[in-house]
């Protein structure tokens, strides 16, 4: 009998390019998700900003990944089709796509450069709290060995229906530093209504800083409250996550101003993304049975969308309004 993982059995795997048919499919989408944010940021004002935004971030999300299994936090399970280092690219892919849409969200939403990051921190959470419970326990035996598409070296009991909590605070400080420190280059390189000629290589000036951030004490302290308690402490994670998603709330809610004209055909690919990774969770968990993934999948990713529909419609609705004046200021 195949040995069960964290409580849950694998299931019979059909292999297709090495991998699991689920785990290929992931990849596959994970392409498309990447793929749409190219297209739709090309499509914008400064499209090469934005492109350039969504390949640095891949490269400092494979950095950081790739130091986290070389330190023995965790391990990706290397039966995959497109790999750099020891991290899939499907996974760079999802985060990049994850990030673009949370940073275009923010900018819609008018919001402070120095706020707008913690609510890119935010939506990241959000998104991998339904991303992780699926995909983590799809589980296969592969070389004789139970593994999911990744797997924890630093475990404990309990956690977020399986997933120990130092993981979502981990995407809060990493989608957070990124997009903290390309706002703040941006907005040095852009004050009294002017752009210095390397405002568009801001995503690159971005790229280092964010990685000295991140590997620092700060971000030990963020995700573990280090030097004040010792590793592991599931409690204190556990706080550090509160803290680090209250915050991001409290941000959202003051600084906001979802009443602006939104043109929802022009950017409906990338409302879509959170919602596709969204779906995708929870196809996947009632597919193939995997019970830990079904409540949060459902549960924060039906909550995720439907802020996401009232943004919508408030912005449909701004939009409408805007049409309405334009019309009777306009002369006869």
């Not at 392409?31 to 297209?39: H, N």
């Not at 990051?117 to 995909?135: A, E, K």
């Not at 620092?216 to 280090?226: G, I």
């Amino acid at each position: 009998m195949a040995v069960a993982k964290n409580g849950v059995h694998p299931r019979r795997s059909f292999i297709i390019f090495g991998t699991p048919v689920s785990w290929f499919l992931y990849e596959i989408l994970s392409i498309g998700v990447f793929l749409a944010a190219m297209v739709h940021a090309g499509r914008r004002e400064r499209g090469g900003f934005h492109a350039l935004t969504l390949l640095v971030f891949v490269a400092f999300a494979g950095i950081f990944e790739n130091i986290g299994v070389m330190a023995g936090v965790y391990q990706y399970d290397v039966n995959r089709v497109m790999m750099i280092g020891k991290v899939p690219l499907s996974i760079l892919f999802v985060e990049a796509a994850v990030v673009y849409s949370a940073l275009w969200l923010t900018q819609h939403l008018r919001m402070p450069w120095w706020a707008a990051p913690f609510v890119v921190g935010l939506f990241s959470m959000v998104q991998d709290m339904t991303i992780d419970p699926s995909n983590v326990f799809d589980l296969h035996v592969l070389d004789g060995v139970t593994t999911g598409q990744w797997n924890w070296d630093w475990h404990y009991e309990g956690g977020f229906f399986g997933i120990p909590f130092y993981n979502f605070s981990g995407w809060f400080t990493m989608t957070l530093y990124y997009s903290f420190f390309i706002n703040l280059i941006d907005w040095l390189l852009t004050r009294k209504g002017r752009r210095a000629a390397i405002a568009d290589w801001t995503p690159l000036l971005a790229l280092l800083p964010s990685l000295i951030v991140l590997v620092s004490p700060v971000n030990q302290f963020l995700l573990y409250l280090q030097p004040i308690v010792a590793p592991g402490n599931r409690t204190a994670e556990l706080v550090l996550m509160c803290v680090n998603t209250a915050v991001g709330i409290a941000l959202l809610v003051i600084y906001m101003k979802p009443n602006n004209a939104l043109d929802v055909r022009r950017n409906l690919i990338v409302l879509l993304i959170p919602v596709v990774l969204h779906v995708w969770d929870i196809a996947l968990a009632y597919t193939v049975g995997i019970e830990r993934g079904r409540v949060p999948s459902v549960l924060v990713g039906a909550i995720h969308i439907a802020f996401l529909a009232w943004i919508v419609s408030k912005g449909r609705a701004a939009a409408r309004s805007a049409v309405g004046h334009d019309a009777r200021v306009s002369p006869s």
